[in-house]
């Protein structure tokens, strides 16, 4: 595994750029896995790492750990409490209105119902010239999303509620879009990157921003789209 992309590190933090594909950490759901972030970072760094939040295993982007058990402590708080802004890029089925704001509840594992909300804004649309089903062309938008609650699979639970699923998602999305890009695109990747980590610092209480660039196969698909990068 080559080393991670680090794009944030001081005395108290460090954020890597985490691949599609790469699970953050152990996980009995995923025993085909073997290798893991945490593991990489800690090698690479050559001390102990801590993740603060989760990323599904599919979605890359931004991942945030704290460098002690204290930071740790401070950082999962501010993610409980949602005072950490949260933005993350998607490619969605369709054509997704200019913005809109997601209010719907999620079920837990155990069934419980949760709050969920989700604001989002259109930032591009591309029709190709590739039939499916009953319709002539394919049509589809980039949206960046800002979830201000954190559920499990929020984003993709949420963009398949509005039937806008995300592209790649295997779980909450459209078969035959994702057969689609496979078979057409060779692209098997989900299609959802976190983008931007704004929060306080945990022991300097400055502003801090963390932003993360595209990774490749989702950077191949925008230039199939047609959009600018």
Known sequence: MPLLDIVFHDDDLVAINKPHGLLVHQSPIARDAEEFALQILRDQLNRRVYPVHR????????????LSKDVEKL???????NKVDKKYL?????????????????????????NAFTRYKTLACAEVDVPLGNHP????SLVEAN??????????????HIFHPIIG?????????????????ECDTML???SQ?????????????IETPLQDEFLRIMTIMGWEQ
């Open 55 to 66: 990323l599904d295993r599919k979605t890359g982007g931004v991942l945030l750990f704290a």
């Open 75 to 81: 950082m999962q708080q501010q993610f409980y409490e």
């Open 90 to 114: 998607a490619i969605v089925r369709g054509y997704t209105p200019a913005e809109q704001e997601i209010d719907y509840p999620l079920r837990k594992e155990n069934g419980t119902l949760q």
């Open 137 to 140: 062309t394919s049509r589809y």
């Open 147 to 160: 979830p201000a609650t954190g559920r499990m699979h929020q984003l993709r639970k949420h963009f398949s």
């Open 169 to 185: 998602d295997r779980t909450h999305g459209c078969n035959k879009q994702n057969k689609l890009f496979k078979e057409r695109w």
């Open 192 to 194: 959802l990157h976190a």
């Open 197 to 209: 980590l704004l929060f306080n610092h945990p022991v300097t209480k400055l502003p801090v921003h």
